[in-house]
């Protein structure tokens, strides 16, 4: 029994974390063989094939906006406004012009409050252009049947 008391059990538990919980920086204890690895030389990875073989252009940070205005484009090209580059056609998709517009409105609700107004507004542009083009062409389907 007193050989349990004396070897340690269990596991422990090391917070790695970069930040403190108040968001101040602090000094990190790395594992040997974490420091290990990071001092061995990385081989460059070789760049991703772009999907379906198109160039997606240079390596530019990801932005909130970015996101915001990549999904409007992916929901302008499934409403037929801009031609598939894939295919070059204009082609409609309403159910997924549909479920990206959504997305969109998801995403407005889950940030409101946390925006900056510059994203807020250009959020709430997006959407509404995006939703009355969408009705737009809903309707006018409708009508042609």
Known sequence: ??????????????????????????????????????????????????????????????????????????ALLHLGEIEDPAIGRLERDLAAAKHVIDILGILKDKTRGNLEQAEERLLEAVLYDLRM???ELVRGSKEGT
């Open 1 to 74: 029994m007193d050989e349990e008391k004396d070897s340690p059990r269990g596991f422990r538990v090391t917070d790695r974390r970069r930040f403190s919980d108040e968001g101040e920086a602090r000094d990190v204890e790395e594992a040997p063989e974490q420091a290990a690895a990071q001092d061995a030389p990385i081989p460059p990875e070789p760049a991703p094939a772009s999907p379906r073989g198109m160039d997606l252009g240079p390596e530019e940070p990801v932005s909130f906006s970015t996101f915001v205005l990549g999904l409007s484009t992916q």
């Open 133 to 135: 083009k969408y009705v």
